[in-house]
């Protein structure tokens, strides 16, 4: 089992920053990678970013190349997800997800980007 706790969203103004945290226990030890999506009123949830535990290998939704940086602590046990030049349309409950032979997810924070 892994539990996942976020943390860092909150109301913004466009253009502004916030960095939001995941801090994982449990079996850290069976994580393979860890990754931010989020769901955007009336829309499915997407990828938003994910990062390998072991290697630092990232990935990026299109929508946010350039201005997002996901990185880890591993010896915190934490995933971060900083997001800079915010947009309205990055208005979202953003969750955190743990992949090891099962998806774990957390409980999501909100994001609020006003124009």
């Known amino acids: 089992q892994v539990q996942l706790v976020e943390s860092g969203g909150g109301l913004v103004q466009a253009g502004g920053s916030l960095r939001l945290s995941c801090a994982a226990s449990?079996?850290?030890?069976?994580?393979?990678?860890m990754a931010w999506y989020r769901r955007a009123p009336g829309k499915q949830r997407e990828l938003v970013a994910e990062i390998t535990r072991r290697g630092g290998t990232t990935t990026y939704a299109d929508s946010v190349k350039g201005r997002f940086i996901i990185s880890k602590d591993n010896a915190k046990n934490t995933v971060y997800l900083q997001m800079n030049s915010l947009k309205p349309e990055d208005t979202a409950v953003y969750y955190c997800?743990?992949?090891?032979?099962?998806?774990?997810w957390g409980q999501g924070t909100q994001v609020t980007v006003s124009p």
């Open positions: 997800n743990a992949q090891t032979n099962y998806a774990y």
């Open positions: 449990g079996a850290i030890f069976s994580i393979n990678f």
